[in-house]
Nanobody
Framework: QVQLVESGGGLVQAGGSLRLSCAAS????????MGWFRQAPGKERVFAAA????????YYADSVKGRFTISRDNAKNTVYLQMNSLKPEDTALYYC??????????????????WGQGTQVTVSS
């Protein structure tokens, strides 16, 4: 099992930046691809970014490509999401998740076995 705890959310003005962190514990972190999803009020949880077990491959939703960067530090059991040029439509609860496929290419929520509790990101206009 993997336990995930997100941090780094907050309130930021449009055009600003935030870096989310997700600390993992339990099973060997490098056994998992990792992903970030987000859920706006009244909407479905949607894919934002994913990364393979060693960081060699990354994947992004079109809506965040060029603005968000996912990375991981296996020595620290942590995955990050650097978010730049934030827009009001990025406002959501952000979740990190662990995918038992080390390739880390999953873009669907059901491909992920473990989830954190989420961290709120609010972008004001």
């Amino acid at each position: 099992q993997v336990q995930l705890v997100e941090s780094g959310g907050g309130l930021v003005q449009a055009g600003g930046s935030l870096r989310l962190s997700c600390a993992a514990s339990g099973d060997t972190f490098s056994n998992y691809g990792m992903g970030w999803f987000r859920q706006a009020p009244g909407k479905e949880r949607v894919f934002a970014a994913a990364i393979s077990w060693n960081g060699g491959r990354t994947y992004y939703a079109d809506s965040v490509k060029g603005r968000f960067t996912i990375s991981r530090d296996n020595a620290k059991n942590t995955v990050y999401l650097q978010m730049n040029s934030l827009k009001p439509e990025d406002t959501a609860l952000y979740y990190c998740a662990a995918n038992p496929s080390r390739r880390g290419e999953g873009t669907k929520w059901y491909e992920y076995n473990y989830w954190g509790q989420g961290t709120q990101v609010t972008v004001s206009s």
